[in-house]
């Protein structure tokens, strides 16, 4: 069974932390999943790229690192849909056998990545716009319902109906709430008719379904969040695709945890969401400066407090010259692998190379500062002092990453939204020998 429980609440000044009087603050809970995972909140999620975290082997992810779930989007893996079927969809088992994702991690399986890339297309009825690595396909909504049962993540969340529009009109927020009602309604029935079903004679155990929240006000998506109040018995969770809109949750749902699909703003960001009740964190951040060649070195601790006259910065630069003789680790006593092995020097030595082993060791240091990030914050809520940790955390550090000087690794197209005229972002892989470069190779 899938339970979450709330241990305690941070003492704290709603009104300086959210616009809606009475609003959750901040929180430490435990949630347990059916299938005996059980983790303490707030805490975050790796996102992954084709159910793997970016430059991380599976090995590697459960040996040098303590990230205890990761966030995968179905839409990675049919990039040949409909025209041939999705290796993954013939696959004799489990999602999680598949990508091999370590036992100790739990799942959470999600329609499209986030931040998911807007599709020309709207959505229909009966069909979800995604992006492929092939280009822009539908996925059919019954295919991501029955996809659930014999891919068997431990989360799933529901599908949202998101308008391509920052300020849909009143008949396309009627369209959003419609759908997405009526899409959550198949993946719950589709999901507890399964509940007493058996596969060989084993029973099936029941993953935790989220149910999404739309980025609309309050009063514009108040028939959904009624239905959601009303079916609260079957849903484990909620999911917000924008941050700026948790307060928009009737108190009935309160007692469930909240997860954010899209975490970009760095720690900053993660503080003002937990101070309004988030529990879980999807933390892309993490990837973007690891691509960027950036180490993060930012603790959340009652012990340091800033005095707001000349602000730190969240990371560094591992590109920069200065580093080349460096031998000292990327984080005084930092624990991590990387920082206990190797060195500044080295790090630097490898991006200069273009050699995939920095981006293996910065991906560990970054993860490792992550969770001690999020242990600083739970640890804060229960021993009472996170309204002080978080107002030196702000007087502390800048609240903007800096940025890489260096190219990494090759992107890929869902990793930046394209402009017409836009430059292309990678290098060519080869040159034309016929341009008078041959000295330069």
């Not at 079903?197 to 309050?218: H, N, Q, R, Y």
Request: charged letters at 25%; glycine letters at 8%; proline letters at 6%.
């Amino acid at each position: 069974m899938n339970t979450f429980r709330v241990l305690k609440t941070a003492v704290t000044d709603v009104a300086a932390t959210t616009t809606q009087p009475g609003a959750t603050a901040a929180r430490t809970g435990v949630l347990n999943l059916s299938k005996g995972f059980t983790l303490q909140t707030p805490n975050f999620l790796a996102p992954t790229s084709r159910g793997v975290v970016p430059h991380l082997s599976p090995d590697n992810l459960e040996k040098n690192t303590g990230v205890e779930g990761v966030y995968v989007a179905l839409e990675d893996f049919i990039e040949k849909a409909p025209q041939r079927v999705p290796p993954l969809y013939t696959y004799p088992s489990t999602l999680r056998s598949f990508i091999s994702l370590p036992k100790s991690t739990f799942l959470v399986l999600s329609p499209r990545r986030s931040p998911a890339i807007t599709c020309p297309k709207a959505n229909s009825d009966a069909n979800l716009s995604i992006l492929t690595s092939v280009g822009f396909r539908d996925l059919p909504i019954k295919d991501y319902v029955s996809a659930i049962v014999r891919l068997e993540p431990d989360i799933v969340l529901g599908i949202a109906d998101i308008a391509n529009t920052v300020s849909p009109g009143k008949n396309r927020v009627q369209k959003m709430a419609m759908r997405t009602e009526k899409w959550l309604d198949e993946l719950l029935g589709r999901v507890y008719e399964c509940e007493d079903g058996s596969k060989d004679g084993e029973k099936k155990t029941v993953p935790a379904v989220f149910a999404p929240i739309l980025p609309l006000e309050k009063e514009r998506q108040r028939f959904y969040l009624s239905h959601l109040v009303e079916n609260v018995e079957k849903l484990s969770g909620l999911v917000f695709t924008s941050a700026d809109f948790v307060d928009v949750v009737p108190e009935e749902l309160g007692g469930l945890p909240k997860l954010q699909s899209d975490v970009m703003g760095g720690p900053h960001q993660v503080l003002e969401m937990v101070g309004r009740g988030s529990d879980l964190f999807n933390v892309g951040f993490v990837g973007a400066t690891t691509d960027a060649g950036i180490a993060l070195h930012f603790t959340f601790s009652a012990d340091e407090v800033g005095d707001g006259e000349e602000k730190l910065e969240l990371a560094t630069d591992m590109w920069d010259a200065k580093f080349a003789t460096d031998l000292s680790p990327l984080d005084e006593g930092c624990e991590c692998y990387t920082c206990k092995v190797h060195h500044k020097a080295y790090i630097r030595h490898c991006l200069e190379a273009k050699e995939m082993t920095a981006w293996v060791l910065l991906q560990i240091h970054n993860l490792k500062v992550v969770e001690r990030f999020f242990g600083g914050i739970r640890k804060s809520i229960e021993e009472g002092w996170w309204e002080k940790g978080r107002s030196g955390f702000e007087k502390k550090y800048k609240s903007e990453m800096p940025v890489g000087t260096g190219l990494g690794p090759r992107l890929r197209g869902y990793q930046y939204k394209s402009v017409g005229g836009d430059k292309k972002l990678n290098e060519p892989a080869y040159r034309s020998l016929d341009s008078g470069d041959e000295d330069e190779l």
